[in-house]
């Protein structure tokens, strides 16, 4: 059983900074790229970035790049994303998978996927 879990969503004001963080298990952790997705209301999921398992970053939407960071832990079998100068439009349900091939694709089937947790942004 693989299972993603992500943590450290919140309600924060604009300009705010979050943590967020994925822990994976009943997989070897290393073996795979991970990768950071978010769904708002009404919208596809979408790919904000992704990194290999010796820490190398595929991949930054346009949207957040500057703003935030991936980065992994390989010891601790987990995920980050730092989010800085959050804004409104960054609320959405934020989601971490492993397995992911191509990150700015909104899905593929090969991928685990996490429940979520919600980060919401005021103004």
């Known amino acids: 059983l693989v299972q993603v879990v992500e943590s450290g969503g919140d309600l924060v004001q604009a300009g705010g900074s979050l943590r967020l963080s994925c822990t994976a298990s009943?997989?070897?952790?290393?073996?795979?790229?991970m990768g950071w997705f978010r769904q708002a209301p009404g919208k596809k999921r979408e790919g904000l970035s992704c990194?290999?398992?010796?820490?190398?970053?595929?991949y930054y939407a346009d949207s957040v790049k500057g703003r935030f960071a991936i980065s992994r832990d390989n010891t601790k079998n987990t995920l980050y994303l730092q989010m800085n100068s959050l804004k409104p439009e960054d609320t959405a349900m934020y989601y971490c998978?492993?397995?992911?091939?191509?990150?700015?694709?909104?899905?593929?089937?090969?991928?685990?996927w996490g429940q979520g947790t919600q980060v919401t942004v005021s103004s």
């Open positions: 009943g997989l070897t952790f290393d073996d795979y790229v």
């Open positions: 998978a492993a397995n992911v091939v191509n990150c700015a694709e909104y899905d593929e089937p090969t991928r685990y």
């Open positions: 990194i290999t398992w010796n820490g190398h970053i595929t």
